[in-house]
T-cell receptor, first 116, second 113 residues
Framework: AQSVAQPEDQVNVAEGNPLTVKCTYS??????LFWYVQYPNRGLQFLLK??????LVKGSYGFEAEFNKSQTSFHLKKPSALVSDSALYFC??????????????FGTGTKLQVIP | EAQVTQNPRYLITVTGKKLTVTCSQN?????MSWYRQDPGLGLRQIYY???????DKGDVPEGYKVSRKEKRNFPLILESPSPNQTSLYFC????????????FGEGSWLTVV
């Protein structure tokens, strides 16, 4: 069974400092990995995804993520945090379909607090 | 504008009173799904559909029903709601599967008293 772990419920970072939100995964095949952001009272917005190719993926709002197959990780990063980045971040994995199975598993979310 | 639309956005209902949360997408997506979001549990998949008339259970299907009679619509039905179904619900869609980006609706807050 596939799974996603976000080990930190909350991450605090000072504005202007680099940020990292951690995600590890477990799948039986090749993973498709996603990061989403949720602002208060809103739906989830897509940030970036890894399908194949370059391990460093660049996405929206200056975010990037690094796929590490040996460590089964897909950490979200940004070189310089903004107060407006404060939100809830979700990592998700979609396993390579076998027989058309299309389950998507989300992590429990990490609240990012950027301190002015 | 490409979007996933779900209604109602907010609903308070009583135990046992059947309700339907509608979901519609205008992107001609084949894949649609429903999630519930609960504190500390993240998003959990309720049901998904890979195309018209093709649906399957997710992680937490108990107490829910779905149907996919048209490609654009994927309603979530609570036949006899109970208080433990109080949650924030999201409808989502993607073109097909695999690496396709998943698009979410704005969410429906459901309270069952």
């Amino acid at each position: 069974a596939q799974s996603v772990a976000q080990p930190e419920d909350q991450v605090n970072v000072a504005e202007g400092n680099p940020l990292t939100v951690k995600c590890t995964y477990s799948v039986s095949g090749n993973p498709y990995l996603f990061w989403y952001v949720q602002y208060p009272n809103r739906g989830l917005q897509f940030l970036l995804k890894y399908i194949t190719g370059d391990n460093l993926v660049k996405g929206s709002y200056g975010f990037e993520a690094e796929f590490n197959k040996s460590q089964t990780s897909f950490h979200l990063k940004k070189p310089s945090a903004l107060v407006s980045d404060s939100a809830l971040y979700f990592c998700a994995v979609r396993d390579f379909p076998s027989g058309g199975y299309q389950k998507v598993t989300f992590g429990t979310g990490t609240k990012l607090q950027v301190i002015p | 504008e490409a979007q996933v639309t779900q209604n109602p956005r907010y609903l308070i209902t009583v135990t046992g009173k059947k309700l339907t949360v509608t979901c519609s997408q205008n992107m001609n997506h084949e894949y649609m799904s429903w999630y519930r979001q609960d504190p500390g549990l993240g998003l959990r998949q309720i049901y998904y559909s890979m195309n018209v008339e093709v649906t399957d259970k997710g992680d937490v299907p108990e107490g829910y029903k779905v149907s996919r009679k048209e490609k654009r619509n994927f309603p979530l039905i609570l036949e006899s709601p109970s208080p433990n179904q109080t949650s924030l619900y999201f409808c989502a869609s993607s073109l097909r599967g695999q690496g396709d980006t998943i698009y979410f609706g704005e969410g429906s807050w459901l309270t069952v008293v």
